[in-house]
DNA sequence: TAGATTGTTAATCGATTAACAATC
DNA sequence: TAGATTGTTAATCGATTAACAATC
């Protein structure tokens, strides 16, 4: 009990730490300093221990980390030691490519079922897994253990069937769609917004140059 | 001359100003107040003016902001009052995904062409725009007057065709490859890494409840 | 043991919030 | 003019970096 709250800074770049213990897993190496991951990754060694600390010492002085014992813990922290059930509701081409992306499943996210309301769609297979009619979407989620559910439909849509799925018991929603939703305490919500992150890209390309 | 560094905290919440705007604008409200913005968008008053007056004195005293002109100056300010033509490398889910999209079109971003080096999908059109192979690339960019390269590609790839595009004069990359990207200086990269906005979902999900 | 490198405390830096004078 | 609300300075808070004692 008591825990300290880690901060949402902490948090985001946990995957970083990751994907970089990962590649130097696949590429053999077995023990690595702050020191060293910093000069790779371009973050200070400091933050680097002082992120891994708010977890736990995962390091030993004189020697560093282990990459594969840290890489391990991370996944743990991060939740991905264990697998998680979701469904994509909107199936228009992003929601027909985060199905037919297979980068999720072997992290462990698997998408059990893909819905949309669009009676052309129904049945259509997507890598495997059939569109089915949103009226099946509640039944759905309460029978297969559904924890996540990816939102890749227009904003006004999402908002009412974000809804929908928090009233069947979802507390996960991966949101896609161009607005913020307001759901009931509890409920956790991950936006990817790519029409801001384009636009972020584009402000850069304005202003380059002032750097200063 | 003599601009001030924006820090990218202030960057990164510019697009959500503009998305609120634009929503206020849809439903006929003509002026705001930074007390109301903030009630709306859950963050302070003070933060919303002094995001503002990063760029400048937009409101006044007395009265609030006028939320056409302050839609429009933001948009200059994000490089979105003008036209930014890109290609998308990489025609998997994703890259098509994109094409596909009528909302980058609808902000100014003009996909003129799409690349692949799979044989199989030469020709194929996606939404008019017909897949080309990547032998063509640095004369397409030349030719038409591209400025962003989003790379929707696997990692080792990404990393190639960056250095490649690069080379062929692009400065603008928007990177959805599983990797960070090196590149020479005063390129600049936009991630987004879905699988790390996942892992962050997921972290959430396993430390629901300790908000204390 | 000596050298290396962590874990952790202290110092610095930057971002957010509060306060209020300026002014519409 | 009086009321409202900005623009901006000052205060606070939090995150990052530096330093170093602990220890493998």
Redesign the interface.
């Known amino acids: 009990m008591?825990?300290k709250?880690?901060s949402s800074a902490v948090?985001?770049r946990?995957?970083?730490y990751?994907?970089y213990l990962g590649e130097l897993i696949e590429s053999g190496v077995q023990r690595i300093s702050s020191k060293e991951l910093s000069d790779r990754m371009k973050v200070t060694a400091s933050q680097i221990r002082q992120d891994l600390n708010n977890f736990g010492g995962f390091g030993q002085q004189g020697y560093g980390y282990n990459v594969k014992y840290l890489y391990d813990e991370i996944g743990k922290?991060?939740?991905?030691d264990r697998k998680?059930n979701m469904v994509i509701i909107g199936a228009?081409?992003?929601g027909?490519?985060l199905v037919?992306?297979g980068?999720?499943a072997k992290?462990g996210?698997i998408i059990k079922g893909i819905f949309d309301n669009n009676k052309e769609l129904e049945g259509k297979s997507v890598n495997g897994v059939s569109v089915m009619m949103m009226d099946n979407l509640k039944k759905f989620i309460k029978n297969n253990d559904i924890?996540?559910v990816a939102l890749t439909l227009p904003k006004e849509a999402a908002r009412e069937v974000a809804k929908d799925v928090c009233e069947a018991g979802i507390?996960?929603i991966?949101n896609f769609a161009?607005?913020d939703l307001s759901l009931p305490e509890?409920v956790?919500v991950?936006n990817?917004?790519?029409?801001?992150?384009?636009?972020?890209?584009?402000?850069?390309?304005?202003?380059?140059g002032?750097?200063?």
Chains 1, 2 share one sequence.
């Open positions: 008591e825990e709250k880690i948090i985001r946990l995957p970083r990751y994907r922290i991060l939740g991905i998680h228009g081409n992003l027909q490519a037919n992306s980068d999720f992290r996210f924890e996540i507390t996960a991966w161009h607005t509890g956790i991950e990817v917004h790519l029409s801001e992150s384009l636009m972020r890209l584009s402000y850069n390309i304005a202003n380059k002032n750097k200063n």
